[in-house]
């Protein structure tokens, strides 16, 4: 399945994505949003220069792997963040914490979906977000292969490659399609709640990592369910899909947070996020 291009009609071309600061949203400012970008750039320049060759592979105790490429981008988005701001904290996949209780905290994720990016599956990216009092307030999601790049400011548009983009309506939840990173990531106490959603949906897909997300909010697809994740693996997604009239909770329904647990619940359609809620109540 291809996705939209920029140019199609749904989409609203837009010469300045970038928000200003405004007393609605006092957690961001333009600047914030031009650095998320230019970290996003470079995140971009190092996976480029490395999709090549085969990575050298480490596999962590949770026996998921991280290659040099994951370690490469972090270390270089942190180091362009301790220079421009050196009071904010940092939560990276890779190394971890650092001043995380700052008011300003930066997520970031190299290589959203490490494992497919191993295999040359081309689906990975990479994730990044300002957090404003624990808030996710700026996210980008940055899709290399796709040449895609989706960016949220709370209280903005979301936009891709330039575009804003819009999520769909879902009239039912029985014609609504399903996406999940991986069905082997849901513990076995989770799984029954995972089925009754599932069963109720027409159609799932399956491990388009970060991708699946920036789908949902360009309105390709309608709800999207996962586990086993930490705040570096979804922060982006609030702003992004809140900024094209979705919306994203864990499984309690309670807003995405530095603190939220593994478990994350998106939907396109409010409507259809609770009804799904709903369903997966305990």
């Given at each position: ?43 971009r320049a190092v996976m480029g220069a ?96 796709t040449d895609d790049r989706w960016i ?111 478990q994350i619940l998106a939907a396109g ?14």
């Amino acid at each position: 399945m291809n996705p939209p291009s920029a140019s199609q009609a749904s989409e609203t071309i837009v010469t300045d994505p970038i928000p200003s600061q405004s007393a609605a949203d006092p957690g961001y400012g333009a600047e914030h949003v031009a650095f998320a970008i230019e970290l996003a750039d470079r995140a971009r320049a190092v996976m480029g220069a490395r999709l090549a060759a085969p990575p050298d592979i480490e596999i962590k105790p949770d026996s998921s792997y991280v290659t040099d490429t994951d370690k490469a981008i972090e270390r270089d988005l942190r180091a362009m963040i301790a220079r421009v701001y050196p009071g904010h904290g940092i939560l990276g996949e890779e190394y971890g914490p650092e001043n995380a209780e700052a008011e300003h905290v930066w997520s970031l994720d190299p290589i959203d979906g490490t494992a497919a990016f191993v295999a040359g599956l081309p689906v990975f990216g990479t994730l990044i977000a300002l957090l404003h009092g624990g808030r996710p307030v700026v996210g980008i999601i940055d899709h290399l292969v796709t040449d895609d790049r989706w960016i949220g400011a709370r209280g903005r548009p979301t936009t891709r490659n330039g575009a804003v983009i819009r999520t769909r309506r879902c009239a039912l939840l029985a014609r609504a399609m399903l996406s999940a990173s991986n069905p082997d990531f849901f513990a076995p106490e989770e799984r029954p709640r995972f089925e009754r959603l599932r069963a109720a949906t027409q159609w799932r897909i399956y491990g388009g990592s970060c991708y699946s997300y920036g789908l949902l909010a360009s309105g390709r697809t309608d709800v999207a369910i996962d586990t086993g994740l930490s705040i570096h693996d979804y922060a982006p997604y609030a702003p992004i899909l809140e900024g094209a009239g979705g919306i994203i909770t864990d499984w309690e329904g309670r807003p995405i947070t530095i603190d939220t647990g593994p478990q994350i619940l998106a939907a396109g359609d409010p409507e259809r996020h609770a009804e799904a809620l709903a369903l997966i109540a305990t």
